[in-house]
């Protein structure tokens, strides 16, 4: 069962919304590549909203996400991309259902 999950709210700047989806889109292989994300979602909520919903067996696949090459490239375009800092939730899991598992 997973254990641990991060919710990342983004709000785009005004003219970088499209410039987001993609980075978000392209994030998709590095979140594969992670042993330890067990599942990634990126998600579009409104024209600006987005965010970044995963799941991990234990902390230390949280923490290597968070450590990993999507938050690295994320920060490394949050000034031009972002209106706001991402706002990092930590969850603990109840309760999940996964494919395969």
């Keep these: 069962m997973t254990r641990k999950t991060l ?10 919304e499209a410039e987001l989806a993609d980075f978000l889109k392209s994030a998709q292989p590095l979140a594969v590549a992670e042993t330890g994300t067990v599942t ?11 965010a970044i919903f995963d799941a991990f067996d234990d902390e230390a696949g949280r923490d290597a996400h968070l450590n990993g090459d999507i938050a690295k490239a994320l920060m490394g375009r949050a000034d ?6 991402p706002q990092i939730r930590k969850a603990d899991v109840l309760a999940d259902k996964l494919p395969g598992r």
């Design 7 to 16: 919710y990342v709210e983004l709000h785009a700047k005004p003219g970088k």
């Design 40 to 50: 990634w979602f990126a998600v579009r909520f409104d024209e600006r909203t987005f």
């Design 80 to 85: 031009d991309l972002l209106a706001s800092a």
